[in-house]
Structures are given as C-alpha cells and as structure tokens.
C-alpha cells in the first residue's frame, strides 16, 4: 500500500482543515488507517485511527471532539476532518496503514504539514 497524504495548510485558531490520505493497492478496503502528528521537537504521537472490520474509531484525548476520521473504500482515501484548531496542534501530520490486527502500523504516507496561528 502507497499513501499520500494531503491537505495541510495555514489556519488561524478556532478554524477547520481536513486531511486526505489516497491509498493505493486493491486491498485498501482491509487495512485499519491511522493518522499520527510530530510537533518540531517531540515525538510523534498518534491522533486518530479507523479499523476496517467494523469500522470503529479511536481518537488522543487532545483531540476528542475536536477531529474525526472516516474513509471513503470506493475512493481509496481517509479522512481526518480537523476542527476548532488549536496552536497545538501544529504538526506534521502522517496518514498509515496496517493489516487488520496488526500490532504496528507497516505503510506510511509523506506526512503533510498543519500549521495553527493564535
């Protein structure tokens, strides 16, 4: 599976962004997705994340509420709709994915950047 991921931009605080990830490969429809962040000097850190089988999503705290992940399987794409953005939240911002029941997350996207201003 090959991601790109897509979508970062400027955006004052209190504003929304959505994230795209196409994936491509037959089987996407099977892969759980994943959206994780990396700040300029921290680690990255998981954000979101959609499991194929039943679809049920898991989000960080410090974002609950606030972003919601989905997918489109007919689109190969994943979705992180980004709301009442936070300067924290500044980050580059990764799409992945992994075989259902994986332990780890085994393809990466490029990573796309989300800059917050106050």
């Known amino acids: 599976v090959q991601l790109q991921a897509s979508g970062g931009g400027l955006v004052q605080a209190g ?3 959505r994230l795209s990830c196409a994936a491509s490969g037959r089987t996407f429809r099977w892969y759980d997705m994943g959206w994780f962040r990396q700040a300029p000097g921290k680690e990255r850190e998981f ?8 679809g049920k999503t898991y989000y960080a705290d410090s974002v ?3 972003f919601a992940i989905s997918r489109d399987n007919a689109k190969n794409t994943v979705f ?3 709301n009442s953005l936070k ?3 500044t980050a580059v ?4 994915a992994k ?8 393809y990466w996207g490029q ?3 989300v800059t917050v201003s106050s």
Do not use: H, N
Not at 47 to 54: F, P, Q
Not at 93 to 96: G, L, S
Not at 99 to 106: L, R
């Open 93 to 96: 911002y990764y799409c992945a």
């Open 111 to 113: 990573g796309t950047l």
């Open 15 to 17: 504003g929304s962004l």
């Open 80 to 82: 992180l709709q980004m």
């Open 64 to 66: 609950k509420g606030r």
């Open 99 to 106: 075989v259902s029941g994986s332990p780890a997350y085994d």
């Open 47 to 54: 954000v979101a994340a959609l499991t194929w089988s039943d």
């Open 87 to 89: 300067p924290e939240d």
